[in-house]
Structures are given as C-alpha cells and as structure tokens.
C-alpha cells in the first residue's frame, strides 16, 4: 500500500466538495462517510486490519480517518440543504473537516513511520 498516493486521493475530497457547491450538485451523504469506500479505508478495514492491527498506532489511524469521513459526510449534508456558507467554512483552513483532515494525515504519517513504509 502506497500511503502517501492514498493521502493524495483523500486529498481530493476537498477539491470534489468545493465543485459540488459551486455547481449547487447534491452528493450521497452516506457514499460521502462510508470509511471503506476510498482506497485507504479500503485498506485500513481490509488488508490493514489483517495484518498490523495490533501495532500500536493503527488503531488511532484507523480512527482518524472514520472521522474524516464522519466530517465529511456532514459536510454533505449541508451542501445538499443548500447551506454552502456553512459547508464552506468547514472545508476551510481552521474547519471542522479541515482539522478532521489534518489529524488524520499525521496519523497515517506515524503509522508510515512505525510500519517503516
């Protein structure tokens, strides 16, 4: 698994979210927070589960990305309520989403580190 190619794809979410609202495009909420639906969860709740469950800091990974997508999907939510300023401000630097986004780099980054990937 290539975690840094994965954090680029998770990278991606933003990008998908700002298009929706800028296109008024309504999104699947639940699509949006499933946590096995990208290519990392798919990982993390797959294959990674199996085979480094037990290392210390897979489970925090592990965590931090369901709450990413936890954020995520509420972040669609809003974006399908046509409350765009408020979704925005959760995808901005500072927002919930943003921050949600940010710890979960650090933590597939030190799961990188003690996996030596």
Known sequence: ???????????????RLLAAIDNGHQLDPKA?????????????????EQKFRFVK????????????????EKVVRQINLGE?????AMIA?????TRAFVGMVAAVRQLKAELKL
């Open 57 to 72: 800091s897979f489970g925090p990974c592990v965590a931090a990305h369901d709450a990413l997508h936890a954020e995520v």
């Open 93 to 97: 630097n500072g927002g919930s989403c």
């Open 32 to 48: 949006a927070g499933k946590v096995d639906g990208c290519m990392l969860g798919n990982w993390l709740h797959g294959e990674g």
């Open 1 to 15: 698994m290539n975690l840094e190619e994965s954090l680029a794809k998770e990278a991606e979410i933003k990008q």
């Open 84 to 88: 765009y300023d408020q979704a925005k």
